[in-house]
């Protein structure tokens, strides 16, 4: 069983490297900075298991996961988050993880954790998780063109400001679209939705931002 780690801290891989020092079957193949994208690193490793650190963010997790889903669909997906219960867990749940482990356990017990996940003998649903990407489902289909595009500018790094000069229109008519998104996304700050537009895969690309940026350096 090949095992790939994505987070954000050095000496956090470590010691998650650490833990499968005497699990038999398991080799880790090492981990890639989570604070930036990563799929295609991680498939040139082809990696059975990857495992998901919840980082200095949740917001970044949740788009790992989503990239890390479509660059490795068959691979096992494994969260260690801090709080087994914590709320982003619906939205790790949505983006494509298949399991979740607190990092309470016992360091020597996490790679029979992830070996016994892998071997499919582990279940558990995210009961409240699953309601949670249920209820988010249709939330991008009431928002307006206008707050589709905005949301989707906000989840690529724009500030207000720069949406309002690529939009033509005044940082306040932002303000007030993005208030009606949160609204309707039920989420409460930019945070949450810009994890949104990651989870449904709503961000656009570079080469679509492409226009904001040489307006910007104009």
């Known amino acids: 069983m090949l095992v790939v780690i994505v987070t954000d801290n050095g000496f956090a891989a470590e010691a998650i490297r650490r833990s499968f020092k005497n699990t038999s079957g398991v080799r880790v193949?090492?981990?890639v900075d989570g604070r930036h994208a990563c799929g295609a690193a991680i498939a040139e490793a082809h990696p059975d298991v990857v495992i998901v650190d919840e980082m200095t963010w949740s917001a970044n997790a949740v788009a790992r996961i989503a990239e890390v889903r479509r660059?490795?669909?068959?691979a096992k997906i494994i969260v260690l988050t801090a709080l087994p219960d914590a709320p982003w867990l619906g939205d790790a749940v949505r983006a494509g993880a298949d399991a979740a482990i607190a990092k309470t356990v016992q360091p020597a017990t996490l790679g029979l954790f992830v070996r016994e996940i892998y071997a499919g003998?582990?279940?558990?649903?995210?009961?409240g998780g699953?309601?949670?990407a249920a209820s988010a489902d249709d939330g991008h289909a009431k928002?307006?063109?206008r707050e589709l595009e905005i949301l989707r500018l906000v989840a690529s790094g724009a500030s207000n400001s720069l949406i309002a000069r690529q939009l033509w229109v005044?940082?306040?008519?932002?303000?007030?679209?993005?208030?009606?998104?949160y609204r309707k996304l039920g989420v409460a700050n930019r945070t949450e939705a810009s994890r949104y537009a990651h989870v449904h895969q709503l961000v656009e690309t570079e080469q679509q931002l492409a226009p904001v940026q040489?307006?910007?350096a104009a």
């Open 71 to 74: 660059a490795v669909p068959a």
């Open 121 to 127: 003998n582990v279940h558990h649903a995210f009961a």
């Open 29 to 31: 193949a090492g981990y």
């Open 170 to 181: 005044t940082e306040q008519t932002v303000k007030f679209h993005l208030s009606n998104v």
């Open 130 to 132: 699953r309601r949670a």
């Open 214 to 216: 040489n307006r910007r």
């Open 143 to 145: 928002l307006t063109p």
